[in-house]
C-alpha cells in the first residue's frame, strides 16, 4: 500500500502524457542507430500485434511496429501505447 502511495506522489510531477518508462522507451527505439539482424515479422497496427509477440507482451510497440509506424509523416506514438503507460487515464 505504501508503494502506491509514493508512486502516486512521483506521478504528480510527471509532465508528460506518458510515465517515464514508456517515454524512455519510445525514445530509444525511435532512435537506435545500430546494426540489426533483419527478419520478416507482421505487424497489425490496429489490433497492436506483431508476430515477435513484444508488443503484445509488453504493451509497447515493438522495433518491427516502430519501423513501420515510423514511416508515417509525424507519428503520434502515444496512439499505439497502451493505457496503462499514461499518466492520467
Known amino acids: 500500500m505504501e508503494q502506491r502511495s509514493t508512486r502516486k ?3 504528480i510531477t510527471w509532465q508528460r502524457e ?3 518508462h514508456a517515454e524512455d522507451y519510445i525514445r530509444e527505439i525511435t532512435t537506435r542507430k545500430e ?5 520478416q515479422h507482421i505487424v497489425d497496427v ?13 504493451r509497447l510497440p515493438c522495433i518491427h511496429a ?24
Not at 546494426?35 to 527478419?39: E, G, I, P, T, Y
Request: overall charge positive; aromatic content about 14%.
Open 9 to 11: 506522489m512521483m506521478s
Open 18 to 20: 506518458l510515465v517515464p
Open 35 to 39: 546494426h540489426m539482424l533483419v527478419r
Open 46 to 58: 490496429e489490433s497492436k500485434e506483431c508476430t515477435c509477440r513484444i508488443w503484445q507482451l509488453t
Open 66 to 89: 516502430v519501423a513501420f509506424i515510423g514511416m508515417k509523416e509525424h507519428p503520434l506514438w502515444h496512439t499505439y501505447v497502451h493505457d496503462l503507460y499514461f499518466v492520467y487515464r
